[in-house]
């Protein structure tokens, strides 16, 4: 469900949304941005497939997993907008397969009250959620700012790459090594290790790692940081059950050992 109350309309003037969604200008779409929306719920697809045309993306639209698999496959996009609860092949397989193939970003939409497959989801490596009934204003701004930070990454230059301990993170190519090997981070776990490699040894509250890492148009908890910190030690540490880099400030936050 989408909470989309439309004004009255008047001689010439178009019915509008509530939300404030701009048509193009500074905040239109980078051309060939492709957005995925996966949803069973037809008026649902409709409405986010109509505002995501008005901001300039390219949308397709899936009515269930096996759909949706078929078409990320065939025609990778650059961001899934994926319902949790669908016939067939739910969202959190879904989630789980694209996430094994690609580090496409994922921005899942949940039912109201289902805590535990929004943790679940997230787990698997989703990197947002909207909780139903959602306004369409709140999808695009999260859309944008997903978008922003895993396609705004800039060339390396010598001095970008930061070595932590036996960690070697690559900004510019957005590759991590540890010892050697190359880790496959997604987006968000990324983004997650770099911000906390550029200050090593300083401790983040998990509201500072919202504002800095999800930054300002996040609306979550900070449950999903935890979410996240977990599945970052999985792939960096070791032992993620004593871990070396990633550490715990119980009480406060987290920071990575140098």
């Given amino acids: 469900m989408i909470q989309e109350r439309r004004a009255d309309e008047q001689p010439g003037r178009a019915a509008h949304s509530t939300a404030t969604i701009g048509a193009g200008g500074a905040g239109a779409a980078m051309s060939g941005q492709r957005v995925l929306v996966v949803d069973d719920e037809a008026i649902v697809s409709e409405v986010v497939q109509r505002y995501l045309i008005r901001e300039g993306y390219q949308v397709k639209v899936a009515a269930d997993g096996r759909a949706a698999l078929k078409a990320a496959r065939e025609d990778p996009p650059d961001l899934v907008v994926l319902d949790l609860m669908l016939p067939g092949i739910d969202g959190l397989e879904v989630c789980r397969q694209l996430r094994a193939e690609s580090t496409v970003p994922i921005i899942m939409l949940t039912a109201k009250g289902e805590e535990s497959d929004k943790i ?82 300083q401790v983040f509250t998990r509201e500072q790692l919202l504002d800095n890492v999800w930054d300002f148009e996040w609306y979550g908890d900070p449950s999903t940081v935890t979410v996240h910190i977990r599945r970052l030690r999985e792939k960096v540490e070791p032992n993620p059950v004593r871990p070396r880099y990633v550490k715990t400030v119980w009480g406060v936050g987290y920071k990575l050992e140098p």
């Fill in 120 to 201: 679940l989801g997230l787990g698997l490596g989703a990197d947002d959620y909207l909780t139903k009934p959602f306004s369409p204003g709140e999808l695009i701004a999260r859309v944008k700012a997903v978008l922003r930070r895993t396609q705004a990454a800039a060339p390396a230059l010598p001095g970008d790459e930061v070595r932590v301990g036996g960690l070697r993170i690559n900004p510019g190519g957005r590759s991590v090594e540890r010892d050697g090997e190359a880790l496959h981070l997604t987006a968000k776990e990324f983004d997650l290790l770099y911000f906390l490699a550029r200050s090593p040894g």
